[in-house]
């Protein structure tokens, strides 16, 4: 009979084979370590994504504090982004072969420092260089959690789970913006960011806390090697790359629209203040609500037609924001922002059934 092998075909251990003989193991909604997973998960997306974009709102503030044009301004929030797409390049195969919490946990951590550490910048440059350094930590976080819920979840759920992870994405992306936005007007910038750095602080420690330990997770090598012939295995797959690519249009889509929706509000015929700007991050509530939901909704009708209404619902609500009333503006991102974190929910979903190994690393690249 032939010996059970892991990726880089090392023996498995006796760990490896309790895990795929006992498909009981994994956790099914209801129960009370699905809570745990999802708590932690939540939390997780909630300070990623707080720390991410808190500065979106402040980026006038900034211009007119460092002389900086808006495209000059976005770069903290560009190079963030740009620096956490590189990491995701290395962290999904890290977390591949060192297991996934250990990663999720030093992320966070680093992150929540490097936010605190921003305040304390007098430079434009030194600002920078924190705003790097904190898109390079979170990418540990991005996809190796999505990874996580694609091992440790009962098939049936991870839909439904992935859909509430997205959603602690939606409410913080709505947390840093509304917390950043408020607090800049009332008190100041720094002070703003200090606040979003202690609570991610805390986010990160609930996280370190409650999230149970990975039971399917199988270490593959590090080894160049192998990390190619993973890589190949994705981009030749039908499905992957249709949805790396989703993943790519779906969120440059959505970074621009809220980079530079502020300034054109600021301006006339509006004229809102910082505060307004920083309200705008409310229409995450809806993406809060149609993550989970588009999740369930796959159960029923499939993922593709659910991911095909979900970019159709965006396009539509960008649509609305080209018009001059606030309101329809308002409507027009409500929408936009419902059908992002549905079709973000669908697609991040279908990344762990579809990989066939190295699911880390898929998830990275999407």
């Known amino acids: 009979m032939s010996r059970t092998t892991t990726v880089d075909g090392a023996p498995a251990s006796d760990t490896d084979k309790q895990s795929i003989s006992q498909p009981n193991q994994f956790i099914k909604r209801g129960t009370p370590q699905f809570m745990r997973v999802t708590l932690a998960l939540f939390s997780a997306g ?46 999904g195969p890290l977390s591949d072969a060192i297991g996934r919490k250990p990663v999720m946990v030093t992320a966070l951590l680093l992150a929540s420092i490097c936010t605190l550490l921003s305040t304390m910048m007098t430079s434009w440059h030194g600002i920078l260089i924190m705003r790097a ?41 709505m947390s840093g913006r509304l917390i950043s936005g408020v607090f800049t007007d009332f ?67 959505f970074v621009t629209l809220f980079n530079y929706i502020g300034y054109r509000l600021m301006l006339s015929p509006w004229h809102v203040s910082q505060a307004v700007v920083g309200l705008l991050s409310l229409a995450y509530l809806t993406g809060t609500w149609s993550s989970p939901k588009a999740g369930t909704m796959t159960t029923r009708y499939g993922r593709g037609p659910v991911m095909l209404f979900s970019t159709g619902v965006m396009l539509f609500g960008l649509l609305m924001t080209l018009f001059s009333s606030l309101w329809l503006i ?14 973000h929910s669908v697609a991040s979903s279908w990344i762990g059934p579809r990989a066939k190994r190295a699911k880390g690393q898929a998830s990275s690249l999407y």
């Open 187 to 253: 008190f100041n910038w720094r002070i703003a960011l200090a606040a979003i750095g202690c609570f991610a602080l805390a986010s990160a420690l609930m996280f370190w806390k409650i999230l149970p330990e990975s039971r399917h997770f199988r270490p593959t090598s590090l080894r160049p090697k192998t990390l190619f012939i993973n890589f190949r295995l994705h981009w030749r797959d039908r499905g992957l790359p249709l949805l790396f690519a989703e993943g790519f249009l779906l969120m440059g889509s």
């Open 46 to 91: 909630l300070a990623t994504f707080a720390l991410l974009y808190c500065v979106q709102p402040i980026l006038p503030v900034l211009s007119q504090e460092f002389g900086l044009t808006p495209a000059n301004s976005s770069i903290s929030l560009s190079i963030s982004t740009a620096m956490l797409a590189i990491g995701l390049l290395f962290t």
């Open 330 to 343: 308002f409507a027009g991102m409500l929408l936009f922002s419902a059908g992002f974190f549905a079709a």
């Open 133 to 173: 350094l904190i898109g390079l930590s979170l990418s540990g976080v991005a996809a190796v959690g999505m990874t996580y819920l694609s091992e440790e979840i009962h098939p049936s759920f991870v839909a439904f789970s992935m859909g509430l992870y997205i959603s602690g994405n939606s409410i913080g992306g």
